[in-house]
């Protein structure tokens, strides 16, 4: 199966740096996404590592290490705009397409 | 935008009533998924429809079933809604069933169960 932790809750400021983590237990690892999602809104995708390292797209990167079970996304230069929720996602399971979600990270950026 | 769309936007039914959610993919899109997310929570999958066959099913009862047409449509159907049922009901279009094909999510349907 598949488990996933997030922190519940972070906060920042505007222009600040933060970083989002995720540990997780798969018993088949496919790679791991990340999508943010606005209140009401639908999911957006971010990001997708299957390698370990750092992948990086503009103010957003994305860390992955299989051995460690951990991911984590950087937001740099936070703007108003990135207070949304961020959720890990891993593929798997019996319906190799479906994707297992964590409970998401509420980030709020304060002016 | 990810070209995928859903409909209604938000709905209100009474417990026991039937509803059928719609949604259209990204043309050429062959996999639908459907994730059902209540508030606070990360979406959980419902069921995977690949060429207008169920290719998986998440933990949910046979009360929740599905279609997906040629014309890259597909529904969700929900019998004797019970309250609990409330919650953000998203669809997903992606190119196959493979672990690696990034899931693009239409807005959602918000419904409500008095």
């Known amino acids: 199966g598949q488990n996933i932790d997030q922190p519940t809750e972070m906060t920042a400021t505007e222009g600040a740096i933060v970083q989002i983590n995720c540990t997780y237990q798969?018993?088949?690892?496919?790679?791991l996404f990340w999508y943010q999602q606005h209140a009401g809104e639908a999911p957006t995708f971010l990001s997708y590592n299957v390698l370990d390292g750092l992948e990086e797209k503009g103010r957003f990167s994305s860390f992955l290490s299989r051995s460690k079970g951990y991911s984590y996304l950087l937001l740099k230069e936070l703007q108003m705009k990135d207070s949304a929720s961020y959720l890990c996602?891993?593929?798997?399971?019996?319906?190799?397409?479906?994707?297992?979600f964590g409970r998401g990270t509420q980030l709020t950026v304060w002016p | 935008e990810t070209g995928v769309t859903q409909s209604p936007t938000h709905l209100i039914k009474t417990r026991g009533q039937q509803v059928t959610l719609r949604c259209s993919s990204q043309s050429g899109h062959n996999t639908v998924s459907w994730y059902q997310q209540a508030l606070g929570q990360g979406p959980q999958f419902i069921f995977q429809y690949y060429r207008e066959e169920e290719n998986g099913r998440g933990n949910f009862p046979p009360r929740f079933s599905g279609l997906q047409f040629p014309n890259y449509s597909s529904e969700l159907n929900v019998n004797a809604l019970e309250l609990d049922d409330s919650a953000l009901y998203l669809c997903?279009?992606?190119?196959?069933?493979?672990?690696?094909?990034?899931?693009?999510f239409g807005p959602g349907t918000r419904l409500t169960v008095l």
């Open positions: 996602a891993l593929p798997g399971g019996s319906t190799l397409g479906r994707l297992y």
């Open positions: 798969t018993s088949g690892f496919n790679g």
């Open positions: 997903a279009s992606s190119l196959g069933t493979s672990g690696t094909d990034t899931q693009y």
